[in-house]
């Protein structure tokens, strides 16, 4: 496993050219960062449902994910 240390710039790190690569990270992409026992995980973005935390079915409508099950809640409300 790689291990590298960067030096945080006003917050900001940057991700080596060669591990963006080798994790699909391209420009624009969006990034999950988690908190874990050993520190903050960062990956690449993988939605889930706002509500529930789900990631069956999301799609993202105005900036929020939701899943299948939580869309067809909103339209049984109306
Ligand atoms: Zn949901």
């Known amino acids: 496993m ?4 960067k030096k ?5 790190i940057t991700i080596p050219k060669d ?3 080798a994790f699909g990270l391209l420009p624009g992409q969006a990034v ?7 520190g ?7 939605p889930s449902c706002f509500v529930c935390g789900s ?3 999301v799609k993202a409508f105005k900036g929020f994910e939701l899943c299948g099950e939580c869309r ?7």
């Open 2 to 5: 790689l291990k590298k240390h």
């Open 19 to 21: 591990l963006r690569a």
């Open 8 to 12: 945080l710039t006003k917050g900001r």
């Open 40 to 46: 903050i995980l960062i990956r690449k973005h993988m």
């Open 32 to 38: 999950d960062l988690e908190e874990t026992d050993r």
């Open 55 to 57: 990631i069956e079915r």
């Open 72 to 78: 067809k809640g909103l339209i049984d409300l109306d």
